[in-house]
């Protein structure tokens, strides 16, 4: 079966569900579809590739920057205990 015609099917089974819900399951299945158009749109923006190689990447240089002394013995107790 070709895509096109299954994509038309399943929107006629969901067209014939939705006609025999109440408005607030509707309403429910509405917030869902939109949280999906919504993570897709994240996903989308995300993924785009970094323009930098990471052996160039300035913040993956950062990385560990504090792993030192001074810094590295205390920062749990800065962070997490106040």
Do not use: H
Not at 16 to 29: C, D, F, H, R
Not at 38 to 51: I, L, P, W
Request: proline share 6%; aromatic share 10%; glycine share 2%.
């Amino acid at each position: 079966m070709n895509s096109i015609l299954n994509s038309e099917i399943l929107r006629k089974q969901l067209l014939e569900n939705l006609e025999t819900l109440p408005v607030y399951y509707i309403q429910e299945i509405l917030d869902f579809a939109e949280f999906i158009r919504a993570k897709r749109y994240r996903r989308k923006t995300f993924q785009k590739k970094s323009k930098f190689p990471p052996q160039k990447d300035p913040i993956l240089k950062l990385i560990g920057i504090a792993d030192i002394e001074p810094f590295a013995d205390k920062i749990d107790l800065e962070l997490y205990e106040q």
